[in-house]
């Protein structure tokens, strides 16, 4: 059973910064990209950060300059440094990964997708 934690949530001033992290534990034969998703109370979730396993990034128009996200593939953890906080950052965060259960998944290009339970992100003064 693959499982992702998450930590690093909580209530935040605008204009501070906060540090999320995600550890993935459980049998999983390769992890190819992971990610930081959020949604916000009457929205879609929606992409804030992915990284490859090559190290390539993106992330979201909305916070490009300010969050920063990092990975260690030995350990297959993924950080969050989110950086000049503001309201609109004010969501639950959920971390991602996209990878292969096994080899036979590898041997068939066959991606999963796995999930955190997420992690509350305020930001109010």
Known sequence: QVALVESGGGLV????????????????????????????PGKQRELV????????????????????ISRDSVVNTVALQMNSLTPEDTAVY???????????DSRRRYESDFW??????????
Request: aromatic share 12%; hydrophobic share 30%.
């Open 13 to 40: 001033h605008p204009g501070g910064s906060l540090r999320l992290s995600c550890a993935v534990s459980g049998s999983i034969y390769r992890i190819n990209s992971m990610g930081w998703y959020r949604q916000a």
């Open 49 to 68: 950060a992915g990284i490859t396993s090559g190290g390539s990034t993106k992330y979201a128009d909305s916070v490009k300059g300010r969050f920063t």
């Open 94 to 104: 959920y971390c991602n990964a996209v990878g292969f259960r096994s080899l036979y």
């Open 116 to 125: 955190g339970q997420g992690t509350q992100v305020t930001v109010s003064s």
